[in-house]
Every structure is written in C-alpha cells, then in structure tokens.
C-alpha cells in the first residue's frame, strides 16, 4: 500500500525526472468514475505515472471530495503513481476548497485577466498554498497560466475569442510572471488552444517562442489545450521544455463516440456498464497512444 503523502512529495521529482529525461507526464481531465478508470488502466499497463485532472466544472458534477477519494483508492489499487490536479481554478474561495480535500496540485487561471490583475490573484492564491504547507507538512504544487487559450474542452467551430498570435506568450512576461507569483509550474500560450476545432486543423504550435520561454525560467512548463494537436508539434513540444500535457477534448470525444456507436447498435440497452464499457475502450486507445508518444 502507498503513503498518500509521500505521493505528493514526490509529484515535482516525478515532473524533473521526466522532463530530464526528455519525456512528458500525460495529464487527462475526468468527468466520472468510468473515465479515471480507463486513464488508470492504461498507465498501469505502460508503468507510467500519470495526472488526474478535474476542472471546477469537472469537480461540481462528480463532487470536489469524491474525486479526491476516488484518486486515493485508485492509488491503492493500482501500483503506478496517480496525482490529482484541480485544473483551471478561477478564485480564492475555489483553490482554498481543493487544497482544503488534499489536492496535490492546482492552476489558478487569471489567464483572461489584465496582466497586474493575474500576478495579484496567482500570489494570493500562493501565499495561500505556502502558509496551507508549513500548517500541515503536505507540499502542494502551484500552477498559472498566462496568454489566452480559450477556456472550454470542446468542439469548436471557429477559434475561441481572444485567441490570437498576438496574444502568445513572451520570455520576458513569462519570466516576469514566474518571479513575482512563485509558482511551481508554468503553462504558456505558443499557440495551443482549449478544446478543438471541428473542421479544420489545430494551428501549430511556435515552438521557437516555446525556446525562448524555456531559456527564461526555471519551473517545470506544462502544454495545456494539446487536444488536436499532431503528434509531431506534440514531441516537438517536449524536446523544447514541456514536462506535463493536458489532453480532455480528445478522450471526451472518444469516450462519446464509443457510447454512441453502442448505443446506435443496441438502442433497446439500458445498461449503463455495457455502453460505459464502450467509451472505455475508445478512450484508453487515445490515451495510450498520447502516453507512448510522451515517453518516446
Ligand atoms: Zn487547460
């Protein structure tokens, strides 16, 4: 059986071994019990660690403690490490709430806020995180973002709004950034966007400006918004510094169109578990493809 606090102490030494080594940790977002089910699953069966995410949306539906008891009984039964991130956390009141259910990280989003507004809110909800550590002894990791990518994990039909080349991310707002917040973890704009565009391709990421970044700080980059990306942009991306990539648009659609197809072949089934079991399936093919190409 794993110590659940030891678990946390070693997530930022499981980010710098990886990103050492050239590789990423995958980071997928789950919406029930199904989903963390087949991500754990698929890790397990590569020995790889691996990022629980669930977003405020995520957290409302299935419950802020429930997934965090659900991760913790995953990691008893399962022998690879499994951490849980409160993903894009807009507010003090929400980031208190998931430190307060042992959370092992979590991103404070002032992303579409004015620049000051951003720094402000990041180092308050820090401060926060820091005090939370020396009460109780449990490190928890800080992530921000800076330069919007939109905000939803979904199809899309056009670019979100505010989505621009003239909004990525620069070396020297990013290093800016990371210096007056203190964060652990940096997630930068170089042309990733949340969720995925319908008909078209994703625009490709500007890993020269992901260089630059690199160059500038010292804290571990995390690639948000890699759903639609292609598998090149997405190594290119881990050769250039990223240590953590976020995918939920793809298993969404996956785990949707695996209990789609079962269901339009048997629609006098009301079993839940037969067409989970579908969306399953379809899903852990994409994570596993994703987990194999971040560990190449
Ligand atoms: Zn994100």
Redesign the pocket.
């Known amino acids: 059986m794993k110590s659940l606090i030891s678990q946390s102490e070693v997530y930022l030494e499981t980010i710098d071994a990886y990103k050492k080594a050239g590789h990423a940790i995958a980071h997928f977002n789950i919406s029930n019990l199904d989903q963390a089910r087949a991500i754990v699953e698929v890790a397990e069966e590569l020995k790889q660690p691996v990022i629980i995410g669930a977003s405020e949306g995520e957290r409302a539906y299935m419950g802020v403690e429930m997934v965090r008891k659900i991760v913790d009984e995953l990691n008893q039964e399962y022998s690879i490490a499994i951490f849980l991130n409160a993903?894009?956390t807009y507010s003090l009141e929400k980031v208190q709430e998931v430190i307060e259910a042992g959370y092992d990280s979590v991103i404070v989003d002032g992303a579409k806020l004015p620049y000051e507004e951003n720094v402000a809110l990041v180092k308050t909800c820090v401060d926060y995180v820091r005090l939370y550590e020396q009460k109780t002894g449990k490190r928890v990791l800080v992530e921000a973002e800076l330069g919007y990518i939109g905000q939803s994990s979904s199809l899309n039909a056009a670019l979100p709004e505010g989505v621009s080349e003239a909004n990525l991310t620069t070396a020297d707002q990013a290093k800016d950034f990371v210096l007056r917040t203190g964060i652990d973890m940096f997630a930068p704009a170089i042309g990733n966007v949340?969720g995925m565009l319908i008909d078209a391709v994703e625009p490709a990421l500007h890993i020269d400006r992901l260089k630059e970044i690199t160059a500038a700080v010292d804290v571990p980059l995390v690639l948000?918004?890699a759903s639609g990306n292609t598998d090149e942009d997405l190594k290119g991306s881990i050769d250039n510094g990223i240590a953590i990539i976020?995918i939920n648009t793809e298993i969404r659609k996956a785990f949707r169109d695996g209990e789609k197809e079962y269901m339009d072949a048997h629609p006098n089934e009301v079993a839940p578990y037969k067409f989970g079991k579908e969306g399953q399936e379809e899903m852990k093919k994409v994570v596993k493809a994703k987990m194999l190409l971040y560990a190449l």
């Open positions: 993903d894009h949340h948000h918004g976020h």
